[in-house]
């Protein structure tokens, strides 16, 4: 089994910033992949970014985060990262840290991320 913990989430006006953590234990996969989710009240779960554990570490980000949001790693750690900077009221949702490895996947509680005008 492979825990995920999320933290970093809160308030924050338009245009500030946010740092999410997601931290990974248990038994980890020799290679996985770490992404963030996000779910707005009401709405589908969307991708927001995604990272491999390769050398170069393979990115994808949704459109709508493009420019704004940055994923990456630490390996050492088992932890993934997502800067949130240039935040919109549109950016509000609980974001959750999923973890793909060679035992299945497995998602994290949700951290909440508010974001007012």
């Known amino acids: 089994q492979v825990q995920l913990v999320e933290s970093g989430g809160g308030l924050v006006q338009a245009g500030g910033s946010l740092r999410l953590s997601c931290a990974a234990s248990?038994?980890?996969?020799?290679?996985?992949?770490m992404a963030w989710y996000r779910q707005a009240p009401g709405k589908q779960r969307e991708l927001v970014a995604a990272?491999?554990?390769?050398?170069?570490?393979?990115?994808n980000y949704a459109d709508s985060v493009k420019g704004r949001f940055t994923i990456s790693r630490d390996n050492a750690k088992n932890t993934v990262y997502l800067q949130m900077n240039g935040l919109k009221p549109e950016d509000t949702a609980v974001y959750y840290c999923?973890?793909?490895?060679?035992?299945?996947?497995?998602w994290g509680q949700g951290t909440q991320v508010t974001v007012s005008s």
């Open positions: 999923k973890y793909s490895g060679a035992r299945g996947d497995y």
């Open positions: 248990g038994t980890i996969s020799s290679i996985y992949r």
């Open positions: 990272i491999t554990d390769i050398v170069g570490g393979i990115t």
